[in-house]
């Protein structure tokens, strides 16, 4: 071997050997950790830490960020001593300073961290430790401290499952939401309706924070009632309230006036009404005795936007939900047996137009753009009605009723290339047109 050539050698070995060192050195000195407790996405609140278990070494800080974009929560190490109850005011203040050293034989506690504020311990001591929020119980974390210099796995490791536990809950969470979006019901002694509304739902790792579903269709004299389905968090269901009254006092406190409800259990549109605070697997209940459309909302959640609508209409007449869409107007009755519709609101609430032709002698109707007409029309009784560029003929002829047109609504929904249906009970004819 040529001297040059083992001069090389040479300082390749040593210059391994230097890098080999100084990544020894930042192995060995004290890193920092970073840690979520809990996410928001819409309106689900993930209630877990991110990473769930974290491994660092002694000496090493983990800084704690509540990353909900609402919810306030707490980090709260117990070290063995009994859980603490987040209805003691001195358990939301901190037991020691961010940033303090911690060697995992006493309570340490951050006190609310609210959305964004973050909160550091350094751990000294080797040592499995559990923690929680006092505010969710069943939000969990786990910090692993093990001996400086011992192998952990990576932050890149660490924090790889992040994404696939967040992608999980989301998946659960929409499972639910398309469960519960659809309007459950039953009669009620008096041969009114009671609907059902989950005022949020929790599970193990989220919680959603809507009404579902967020709009309801009632008749007046019928009753909502409002079921709180999370395990920990509180909602509530307030009607008209004052904009001079705060839900919270001016130290962040809840206002009493709030906690309690008000308004009796029978709403006609005026006043304030409030359910008062709704704990988890309890329920609310209203009656309607005046049609309208009613928009609410749970106050300690305005920011994720829990709200939804009541939407009640007159006592005995057909409720028309289009589009998905409560269709409010009294054009739709029932006349020997069918449902027939006032022809022009009707067709506007498809985006159609309606117009008279007098060549014609007819209604026309237009969705989704202008059709031609047909050069003449066959004879058919009651009003002559064209829908897109088609003569509309039914065993059940138009009629005029109170000066208005009206037409079998099955059969518009059937020529327009829509579907129907028919509730009997809730007295609700469903239309769907593209």
């Not at 996410?39 to 974290?54: A, H, L, N, R, Y």
């Not at 009753?223 to 509180?234: A, G, I, T």
């Not at 001079?244 to 005026?270: I, Q, R, V, W």
């Amino acid at each position: 071997m040529s001297k040059r050539l083992m001069a090389l050698l040479l300082s390749s070995v040593l210059m391994l050997a230097s890098v080999g060192t100084a990544l020894a050195a930042d192995a060995a000195s004290p890193q920092n950790w970073n840690v979520s407790v809990g996410k928001e996405q819409g309106q689900t609140s993930f209630d877990s830490m991110f990473p769930k278990v974290i491994f660092i070494h002694e000496g090493d800080t983990v800084k704690f960020t509540n990353g909900a974009t609402f919810a306030p929560h707490t980090v709260t190490f117990l070290a063995g001593t009994a859980p603490l109850s987040s209805a003691d005011p001195k358990n939301l203040a901190p037991t020691a300073p961010s940033g303090s050293k911690w060697d995992g034989k006493s309570l340490i506690n951050s006190g609310i961290l609210e959305p964004t504020k973050d909160y550091s311990i350094t751990f000294t001591a080797s040592g499995s430790y559990a923690y929680s929020c006092i505010l969710h119980p069943l939000m969990t974390g786990t910090v692993v401290v093990v001996p400086a210099g011992a192998s952990i796995p990576s932050l890149v490791e660490q924090t790889a499952g992040v994404k696939s536990e967040v992608d999980d809950l989301l998946a659960q969470a929409d499972a639910l939401t398309h469960v519960n979006m659809d309007s459950n019901y039953m009669k009620n002694a008096d041969g009114s309706m009671m609907y059902m509304v989950d005022a949020g739902m929790g599970h193990r790792g989220f919680s959603m924070n809507t009404m579902m579903p967020e709009t309801i269709f009632i008749s007046e004299g019928d009753s909502v009632q409002w079921m709180n389905d999370n395990e920990y968090e509180p909602h509530f269901v307030t009607f008209n309230k004052p904009d001079d009254l705060s839900f919270f006092g001016p130290h962040g406190e809840f206002n009493l006036k709030f906690m309690a409800p008000a308004g009796g259990n029978t709403f006609d549109g005026s006043g304030f009404v409030n359910s008062g605070m709704i704990m988890a697997h309890k329920s609310y209940t209203l009656t309607f005795t005046k049609a309208g459309t009613y928009k609410y909302e749970c106050y300690l959640h305005s920011g994720s936007k829990m709200t939804g609508t009541v939407v009640v209409a007159p006592k005995g007449s057909v409720k028309l939900l289009v589009n998905g869409k409560p269709f409010m107007t009294a054009s739709a009755q029932l006349y020997n047996n069918h449902v027939y519709a006032a022809i022009i609101p009707v067709v506007e609430s498809f985006g159609g137009t309606v117009e008279w032709n007098n060549e014609l002698g007819a209604v026309v109707i237009n969705l989704g753009g202008k059709h031609d007409l047909p050069a003449k029309l066959l004879p058919a009784p009651g009003v002559k009605v064209v829908i897109n560029g088609q003569q509309f003929m039914s065993d059940l002829a138009p009629q005029i009723i109170d000066g208005h047109s009206f037409a079998p609504l099955q059969d518009i929904v059937s020529l327009l290339g829509g579907s129907y249906s028919w509730n009997e009970a809730l007295q609700l004819f469903t239309v769907t047109v593209k």
